[in-house]
């Protein structure tokens, strides 16, 4: 933490930095993925702030984020996200980040189930309501375990899904090994779709 500037930083017991700035940053909101990811890629600004990128589905009117790159992929939980504020006034504001350390390859690259498989599979788990929308599609990495000291991570299929005469968005998950259905989340979204087709296992000191 040492390592930033104009700005008053602090961990939360959960391992969450959150930090509120004393300079000002305007950011084009009209396009605010050039302007905040110079924001991020300044050592001074933000902790490893070159291993996100901009993720306009997660992003919200005044809340941007940005997720952890790894491996072969993202990583779709708030475990590695950054949420950086602006105010109404396009003022960057403050900032919250979770960084996911020391991850290991547990597998080789394999072979995960398709959008469209695991979009069946979604239904057969009775994830899906009737007249309910599917928003977009992703390929991440979400938690499939929780040890002692460290977490294991595994390739999943994401959907945001929006109920009928709802402005909210729910997440649901699809184990991309095993077609499996993880625990979900809810997050504010746009549209857009992404698609892979290998997938690692890894482990993370958390």
């Known amino acids: 933490m040492s390592q930033l500037n104009e700005q008053t930083a602090r961990v939360q017991s959960g391992g969450k930095l959150v930090s509120t700035l004393r300079a000002t940053t305007t950011i084009d909101t009209r396009n605010p993925k050039a302007d905040l990811t110079t924001f991020m890629s300044q050592r001074t600004n933000v902790i490893h702030g070159t291993e996100y990128v901009y993720d306009a589905d997660l992003s919200s009117n ?67 309501a009737s007249s309910s929308r599917i928003v977009w599609a ?17 390739p999943t299929w994401i959907f945001a899904v929006r109920g009928k005469n709802s402005s909210n968005v729910t997440l649901h998950r699809i184990n991309a090994f095993t077609g499996s259905s993880m625990k979900n989340g809810s997050t504010a979204s746009d549209t857009s779709s992404l698609d892979a087709t290998v997938g690692m296992m890894w482990n993370a000191i958390d």
């Open 62 to 128: 005044g809340d941007y984020v940005f997720v952890q790159k790894v491996a072969d992929g993202e990583i779709m939980t708030g475990a590695g996200q950054v949420h950086l504020f602006v105010n109404k006034n396009k003022q960057l504001t403050s900032y919250t980040q979770t960084y996911v350390n020391h991850v290991k390859t547990l597998r080789e690259k394999a072979v995960t189930i398709g959008e469209k498989k695991a979009l069946v599979a979604l239904y057969q788990y009775n994830q899906v």
């Open 138 to 154: 992703k390929l991440g990495y979400s938690r499939l375990l929780k040890l002692k000291d460290s977490s294991v991570y595994v």
